[in-house]
C-alpha cells in the first residue's frame, strides 16, 4: 500500500503505481530466481484499488481541485493460502 496526496495525472503518481507493481512482481518472481522465503504461496497479481478521500480545502471547494485527492492504493493479496 502506498498512501499520498496530489492528482492521479501527475507523474509522481504515476511512479508510485510503477514501483507498487514492481514490488509485487519482484516477490512473486522470487521462487523463479531460486529464493523462497519462509510463508511464501504461489499468487497472482492483482489489479491496482485504491481508496479515495479530499482534504478539508478539497472539501469546501466547489469543484474537484485534483491536486487536493488524498489516496492508498494497493495491490491486494488473496485471501487464502495454498
Do not use: C, H
Request: cysteine-free.
Amino acid at each position: 500500500m502506498i498512501k499520498g496526496k496530489g492528482n492521479p495525472n501527475s507523474e509522481d503518481f504515476q511512479e508510485r503505481v510503477s514501483v507498487l507493481y514492481s514490488l509485487a512482481y519482484a516477490v512473486r518472481m522470487m521462487p523463479k530466481q531460486g529464493y523462497r522465503p519462509d510463508g511464501y504461496f504461489e499468487y497472482t497479481v492483482y489489479p491496482l484499488e485504491g481508496i479515495w478521500d479530499l482534504t478539508e480545502k478539497g472539501r469546501k471547494a466547489n469543484t474537484l481541485i485534483k491536486d487536493e485527492l488524498l489516496y492508498t492504493i494497493m495491490i491486494r493479496q488473496p485471501d487464502f493460502v495454498n
